[in-house]
């Protein structure tokens, strides 16, 4: 693949969709961004402004963006689609990319979640779509602040599905760094173990790096994870490593004290101090949250394996109350996760 020749649209211009897009025009592909009518409108008139952890800051104006709300117009000439919406969306994506894309377009899921690369294929029988994950956080700016700005918050490679010729070269950027891997089931069920503690953000309401330097907190994400590779193990499935660390080592460093937590978990604290969860914004803008793709698909595979699942089933319960309730963060602290009545 050409960078320099191939169309690129990113299919959901959300926090990930505008940085991953924002760093590939910034790079000098060409990529339109498939957004919301609200979104499109903003970055139309006011620019897109992509900013990291590691001091960047660049803003691209208004006419240097490539922004459209209709996928007729978006995807017919796309050769590389990349799907960030929510995983709520997936199936619907698919079938506006069977309607309006080339057959021989590539297409990769950059969600949360395991399935969704599996729905997408589903819709687009005979297409080449390919598993992606992405092991950072964005945040998107406040309601109102102008021009838009999506900040990565985390540090990580973004991780692709191997076996497009090129694919990594084209996508593999500037403050977007993207690696090729063999088998993307170990990938995303090992993200899935850190994306577990993406609820416990959102009931808590507090920055990631303030939660993560609580043990109470740890202790929490530590039985989760417990929870979570007992079904995997009782389903076979082996969880690829994700920061350096093996999947079993996960709960035994998050109970350690504070002082050895930090200096055994570096690569896990690489984080800005605005990083929180898309899960906690989902709450805080009153839109579903992805609960059923994280915990629900290890509450999916528990149930399959016979194995207990107690506390993922309180923390999912807990975060469904939330959406309901439609009043943001509830602002929960450890003990009374532990302490809720909720049904089990």
């Known amino acids: 693949m050409d960078g320099g020749d191939q169309r690129i649209v990113v299919a959901g211009a959300g926090s990930i969709g505008c940085y991953a897009g924002g760093c590939l025009a910034l790079a000098g592909r060409q990529v339109i961004l ?22 960047r800051d660049r803003l691209i104006e208004a006419d240097a963006l490539s922004v459209t709300a209709d996928p007729a117009v978006a995807l017919p000439g796309a050769e590389m689609i990349l799907v960030t919406v929510k995983s709520g969306a997936t199936q619907e994506m698919a079938a506006l990319i069977a309607a309006h894309a080339r057959p021989d377009a590539v297409v990769v899921s950059l969600q949360n979640g395991i399935d969704n690369a599996d729905r997408l294929r589903a819709g687009l029988a005979g297409r080449r779509v390919l598993a992606g994950m992405v092991p950072f956080n964005v945040v998107q ?8 700005r999506v900040h990565r918050a985390s540090e990580g490679k973004v991780v692709i599905e191997d076996g497009v010729a090129g694919l990594v070269d084209l996508l593999d950027v500037d403050g977007f760094a993207v690696t090729a891997h063999g088998d993307m089931t170990a990938v995303l069920w090992g993200k899935l173990l850190f994306n577990l503690n993406n609820a416990l953000v959102a009931l808590c309401g507090l920055p990631l790096a303030t ?5 109470r907190w740890r202790l929490i994400l530590a039985g989760q994870i417990d929870e979570a590779l007992a079904a995997m193990r009782a389903s076979n499935i082996e969880p690829a490593r994700i920061v350096g660390m093996r999947p079993a080592l996960l709960p035994k460093v998050l109970r350690l004290p504070g002082w050895l937590f930090k200096m055994l978990a570096r690569r896990m604290l690489a984080i800005d101090p605005e990083a929180r969860s898309s899960m906690w914004d989902d709450l805080q803008r009153g839109r579903p949250t992805e609960i059923d793709e994280l915990q629900g698909a290890i509450l999916r595979l528990a149930d399959r394996a016979g194995t207990p699942a107690p506390l993922i089933r309180r923390v999912t319960a807990l975060v469904r109350q939330a959406e309901q309730e439609r009043r943001g963060s509830p602002g929960l602290t450890p003990e009374a996760i532990i302490a809720a009545d909720v049904p089990q």
């Open 141 to 148: 700016s406040p309601g109102g602040e102008l021009p838009l």
């Open 34 to 55: 498939l957004a919301r009518p609200r979104i499109g409108e903003a970055l139309l008139k006011h620019g897109l402004r992509v900013t990291d952890l590691d001091g």
């Open 211 to 215: 939660q993560l330097a609580d043990r």
